[in-house]
C-alpha cells in the first residue's frame, strides 16, 4: 500500500486535488512543489494511516515507516544534509494537516532530530552555536508537551526561573551557554517528571512525533471543533515530516504570513506580517508584534518598524510574484505562509483564505472583471448565510462584549434596547421614542404589537420555529429564542443570565446572527448593500431555476420582500392579519359566538379589513403569484386568557363575563397542534372560508382595476388529510368565485391548492392532485407530523441529542433528507403523475436554508418561498443548487 506521498526538488506525486488523501496542508504542498515553487522537500503520510493508527493499538504500520525512510534518504540527497548525522544535520518539522482546515487544534512538533550530538552539528555549520541551542531547546519544548505530555507550563516557568536569575527581560539575550544549561534543565526536569530520558535517537523521535500527530486527531479542542463544524470525525489527519528551514537565523532570515488580497474589506492588495529571526510559532505566541510586509500596510498601521518590502526589497519581490502566481493557479485569494532562511525565500503553505462576507463580494466581483472565474463560479463563491452579515446591522467583531446568555440564532442581526417585559410596555416606550428589547418566556399573538415596535426579542423558550423566531424573522427584527441559560422573572420585572441580574430599562444587545445575549449597548456594523451585492445576486438570478416567492402577512413584509427580489408571495398567513390593532376583539367574537348567526355577524365586520389587507397586498404584488392561505392556528391562539379581557369581550358580545369564560373552557384543547385547526375549522365553519374566499376575490378584481395588472391568485387549503376535505373546502371556494364574479362581471382566475403537512397527504398525493392544483410543502408541520415532535417543545431536547451524537442537526432548521425529504418527493412524484403540471413549492421555514433549498432543486420543485430577510440567501442558494 501506498502510505507516503513525496515532495520537492520541482516535483511531488500529490496535487490539490488530492486533499482527502494528502489533507489540505499536504495537497497544497504536493501542488506548489510540482509548480516549481520553493517548497523544502518533505513526504506527506495520508490521513487513512490516521484511522488504521487508532485499528491498531495506537501503533504504525511498518511498511509506511518503510516507506518514509526511503523518502527520507531523497531528501538527504536533495539537500545534501543527513538526518541524525553529526556533520550538516538534516531537521525535520512533523505537522497535522487534515481535509478540512482545523487551525491551531491538532498538534506540530519542529526541529525534529536534534540531541546532543546533532546540536553540536548544527551550531558547527551554521557558524551559530546560540540559534543551535535555541532550536534545540524548542524541540526539547514542543516534544515534551505533544509527545510527552507535558504541561507547556513546566517548561515556560524554568526558562522565566532561568532570566531573572540571569537578569534577563527578552529570549534574546541569552547566549548560547546560557540556553545550553536551559536544554540541561529541561532534560533534567524530564528526568525527573517520567524517570526516562529525553530521546536521543532521531527515528524514536520521528515514530513518536507522528503518533503523537495522529492522536491529537482525538484531542478534546479538536474533537469539539470538529462537531461544530460539522466535520466528520473518520477522516482523520495527515502527517507532513518536511526538512526545517529557519527563520531565526540572523537577520537575514525571516517568517510570516501573508494573503494575497485584504481578507476584510478584499482590496486588492498584498496583506501581512513577518517577524525577523524568528521561527512561525513566535507569530502565534505573540510575544513579539509582528511587522507588516508592505510599505502600503505599515503606513495604514501607524507602524514605525520597517516593512519587509523596504528590508529585504528581493526577497519580497520573489514573493509577491510567487503570491501573484499562487492566486492566478487556484484562481482565489490565498493565505501563505513563509519562511527566509539567510535571504532565501521557502513556501511553507497555501490554502483559499478567510474572508469577511464583504471581502468574499469584492473579490469574487473583481475576479470576474480581471477574467479570472466566470459569472456563474462567482455565484458560488459566497456562502448564502453569510449574507446576513450584509443585510442586518452586526456586532462590531472589534469591540469587546459581555455574553450574558446566549440561545438559538432565530432572526439576524444585532440591536440593543431597554428591557420591557410585555408588549404594552413595548408600545408605551416605544411611544416615547425608546428602543426596547421584548423579553418574554415565550411570545404568542397577542403579543405582535409589542414585537413590532421592538428593536430585538428574547425569549427563554422555543425552538427555530416558535412564534417569537417565525415572526421576528418575517419582521426582520433580530431575535434569540430559548435562552436556556437565562431565567425571566415576570412577577418582579427580571431577567438573571449569567449570574447578573437585569431589570427592566437596563440595556442589552440580542445577537440574533449568533444566538448572544450581551450586556449593555454595543457599537454596530450598519449594512451596506454596494454594487458589488447588487452585481453578483444578479448573476445568481441568471443562474438559477426555481423561483424564490416570499411568507409575508403584512404590506410592510411584502415591500420589504420585493426589495430583496422576491417574486411573489408563497404563503401569507391570514390569522396573522387578525392580531393587528382591534381586529382581535371581532375575531375573539367570532371564535366565542354560540351559533352560526353570531359568527357570520362577526365575520361580516372582519370582511372589509380583510379585503383591504388583501387589496393593499395585491397591489404591492401586481403581476406577480400570490398565495393565500386559509386560516390556520389553533383557535386558543385567539382566546382572551386574563380576565380582564374576558370581561371586555363580553361586553362586546353583551355576554356575562361567567358565561363566556365557560365558553372559553369548552374550546380549551389537549393538543391544539393537531386539534381543531387547518381545514377543521373551514369544514367545521365553512362561514370563515367563505367570508375569507370573497375577501380574496372582491380584493383581486379591485387590485386588477387599480394596477390594470392582476396577480397570480392561488388559494391555499392548510393541513389537508383527505382528498375529502379539500373537494370540501374547494366547493366553498368555487361556490364564492361564481358568486363574485358575477356581482363584478369580472371573470375570476385562481388555483386552488393544498399544503402537504401530514405524512399522509404526502403518501396520498397522487389522490389530492386529482382536486388540488398545486402543493406547497409545510414542512414546519411535516417535520413536526412524521418525527411526532412538537415544534414548539423541540428546542427543550433537541440540543441534547445533538450532543450525544443521536442526531446531526436540528431537522426544524434544516430538512431531515431522509425521513421527511422522502416524503416529499414521493408527493411531488405522485402528485405529477396525476397532474404534469402540478405546481410544487416549499413555505416551512427550510425554504430559507440553503441546503434545504438544494435538496428542493434536487426534487425539482418550482419554487421556495422565505421570510423577507432570507430572500437573498434564498436566491443565491438556488442559483448554487442549479450550478
Ligand atoms: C408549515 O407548517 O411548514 C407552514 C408553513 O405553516 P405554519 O408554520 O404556519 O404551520
Ligand atoms: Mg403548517
Known amino acids: 500500500k501506498k502510505w507516503v506521498y513525496r515532495f520537492g526538488g520541482g516535483k511531488a506525486e500529490g496535487s490539490a486535488a488530492d486533499v482527502a488523501i494528502l489533507g489540505g496542508k499536504g495537497a497544497n504542498l504536493a501542488e506548489m512543489a510540482s509548480l516549481g515553487l520553493p517548497v523544502p522537500p518533505g513526504m506527506t ?76 552539528a548544527l551550531g558547527h555549520d551554521a557558524g551559530d552555536a546560540r540559534f543551535a541551542w535555541d532550536s534545540y531547546r524548542r524541540f526539547i519544548q514542543m516534544y515534551g508537551n505533544v509527545v510527552l505530555g507535558l504541561d507547556h507550563e513546566v517548561f515556560e516557568e524554568i526558562l522565566e526561573d532561568e532570566k531573572s536569575r540571569l537578569g534577563h527581560d527578552y529570549d534574546t539575550e541569552l547566549s548560547a551557554v546560557e540556553w545550553q544549561h536551559i536544554v540541561d534543565l529541561y532534560k533534567q526536569m524530564i528526568r525527573d517528571e517520567l524517570d526516562e530520558d529525553f530521546p536521543q535517537d532521531p527515528q524514536v523521535q520521528l515514530w513518536k512525533a507522528v503518533a503523537a500527530v495522529f492522536s491529537s486527531w482525538t484531542n478534546a479542542r479538536a474533537v469539539t471543533y470538529r462537531t461544530l463544524h460539522r466535520i466528520p470525525h473518520d477522516w482523520g489527519t495527515a ?69 519587509m518590502e523596504k528590508l529585504m526589497p528581493e526577497v519580497f519581490s520573489e514573493f509577491t510574484a510567487i503570491c501573484r502566481r499562487l492566486e492566478a493557479h487556484y484562481r482565489d485569494m490565498q493565505d501563505v505562509e513563509f519562511t527566509v532562511e539567510r535571504g532565501t525565500l521557502w513556501m511553507l503553505q497555501t490554502r483559499s483564505g478567510k474572508r469577511t462576507t464583504r471581502a468574499a463580494m469584492k473579490i469574487a466581483v473583481d475576479m470576474v472583471d480581471e477574467g479570472v472565474i466566470t459569472e456563474a463560479e462567482a455565484v458560488t ?15 462590531d467583531p472589534r469591540v469587546e462584549r459581555v455574553v450574558i446568555g446566549s440561545g ?66 418575517g419582521m426582520g427584527i433580530p431575535c434569540v429564542v430559548g435562552a436556556g441559560n437565562m431565567r425571566v422573572d415576570l412577577r418582579n420585572g427580571l431577567l438573571i443570565g449569567a449570574g447578573v441580574t437585569f431589570r427592566r430599562g437596563d440595556i442589552v444587545t440580542v445577537d440574533g446572527s449568533s444566538g448572544h445575549i450581551l450586556k449593555g449597548e454595543v457599537a454596530m456594523i450598519q449594512p ?72 357570520r355577524a362577526a365575520l361580516d365586520k372582519l370582511l372589509p379589513m380583510q379585503r383591504s389587507d388583501f387589496t393593499e397586498l395585491f397591489t404591492i404584488m401586481s403581476g406577480l403569484p400570490v398565495t393565500i392561505r386559509l386560516l390556520d392556528p389553533p383557535l386558543h391562539e385567539f382566546l382572551p386568557k386574563t380576565e380582564a379581557e374576558i370581561e371586555e369581550v363580553a361586553e362586546a358580545m353583551n355576554m356575562e363575563p361567567g358565561q363566556l369564560s365557560r365558553r372559553v ?67 366553498c371556494i368555487d361556490q364564492v368565485a361564481a358568486e363574485v364574479s358575477k356581482e363584478t362581471g369580472m371573470a375570476i382566475g385562481y388555483l386552488a391548492g393544498t399544503m ?44 441534547t441529542y445533538q450532543r450525544k451524537g443521536i442526531i446531526e442537526h436540528d431537522p426544524f432548521i434544516s430538512l431531515d433528507f431522509d425521513g421527511v425529504g422522502e416524503l416529499i418527493q414521493i408527493a411531488a412524484e405522485r402528485g405529477r403523475k396525476t397532474r404534469p403540471d402540478l405546481k410544487l413549492g416549499i413555505c416551512g421555514e427550510h425554504g430559507g436554508d440553503p441546503t434545504s433549498i438544494r435538496f428542493c432543486e434536487g426534487v425539482g420543485l418550482d419554487y421556495v418561498s422565505c421570510s423577507p430577510f432570507r430572500v437573498p440567501i434564498a436566491r443565491l442558494a438556488a442559483a448554487q443548487a442549479a450550478i
Open 239 to 307: 502527517v507532513n515530516i518536511q526538512a526545517m528551514v529557519f527563520g531565526n537565523l540572523g537577520s537575514s532570515s525571516a517568517t510570516g504570513v501573508a494573503f494575497t488580497r485584504n481578507p476584510s474589506t478584499g482590496e486588492k492588495s498584498l496583506y501581512g506580517e513577518f517577524l525577523i529571526n524568528a521561527q512561525g510559532e513566535d507569530v502565534v505566541a505573540g510575544i513579539r508584534t509582528p511587522q507588516s510586509l508592505t510599505e502600503e500596510g505599515r503606513l495604514a498601521s501607524g507602524s514605525d518598524k520597517p516593512s
Open 45 to 120: 503520510v495520508i490521513a487513512e494511516c490516521c484511522g488504521w493508527y487508532f485499528a491498531n493499538g495506537r501503533s504504525l504500520p511498518d511498511e509506511m515507516k518503510n516507506q518514509v525512510l526511503d523518502v527520507l534518504a531523497e531528501m538527504e540527497a536533495l539537500t545534501g544534509r543527513k538526518f541524525g548525522g553529526t556533520t550538516k544535520p538534516l531537521l525535520l518539522s512533523v505537522r497535522s494537516g487534515a481535509r478540512a482546515s482545523m487551525p491551531g487544534m491538532m498538534d506540530t512538533v519542529l526541529n525534529l532530530g536534534l540531541n546532543d550530538q546533532t546540536v553540536q
Open 665 to 731: 373552557e369548552a374550546l380549551h384543547e389537549f393538543n391544539p397542534m393537531l386539534g381543531h385547526r387547518g381545514c377543521r375549522l373551514a369544514i367545521s365553519y365553512p362561514e370563515i372560508a367563505e367570508m375569507q374566499a370573497r375577501a380574496i376575490f372582491e380584493a383581486s378584481a379591485a387590485a386588477a382595476k387599480a394596477t390594470g395588472a392582476a396577480v397570480e391568485l392561488e388559494i391555499m387549503v392548510p393541513l389537508v388529510g383527505l382528498r375529502s376535505e379539500l373537494d370540501y373546502v374547494k366547493s
Open 528 to 599: 451596506e448593500l454596494s454594487g458589488d451585492f447588487a452585481r453578483l445576486m444578479a448573476w445568481a438570478d441568471k443562474a438559477r431555476r426555481m423561483t424564490v416567492r416570499t411568507n409575508a402577512d403584512t404590506p410592510t413584509d411584502a415591500r420589504a420582500a420585493r426589495s430583496f427580489g422576491a417574486e411573489g408571495i408563497g404563503l401569507c398567513r391570514t390569522e396573522h392579519m387578525f392580531f393587528e390593532g382591534g381586529r382581535i376583539h371581532v375575531m375573539r367574537e367570532m371564535i366565542l359566538a354560540e351559533d352560526e348567526a353570531g359568527r
Open 408 to 473: 438559538l440564532p432565530a432572526s439576524p442581526g444585532a440591536a440593543s434596547g431597554e428591557i420591557v417585559f410585555t408588549a404594552e410596555d413595548a408600545v408605551a416606550a416605544e411611544a416615547e421614542g425608546r428602543k426596547v428589547v421584548l423579553v418574554r418566556i415565550e411570545t404568542s399573538p397577542e403579543d405582535i404589537h409589542g414585537m413590532h415596535v421592538a428593536e430585538a426579542i428574547l425569549t427563554t423558550r422555543g425552538g427555530m420555529t416558535s412564534h417569537a423566531a417565525v415572526v421576528a424573522r
Open 381 to 395: 463563491r459566497i456562502e448564502p448565510t453569510s449574507l446576513d452579515q450584509l443585510l442586518h446591522p452586526t456586532v
Open 756 to 799: 402537504i403537512e401530514l405524512p399522509r397527504a404526502a403518501i396520498r398525493a397522487h389522490v389530492i392532485a386529482e382536486t388540488a392544483e398545486f402543493f406547497s410543502f409545510g414542512t414546519n408541520d411535516l417535520t413536526q407530523t412524521t418525527f411526532g415532535i412538537s415544534r414548539d417543545d423541540a428546542a427543550a431536547f433537541i440540543p
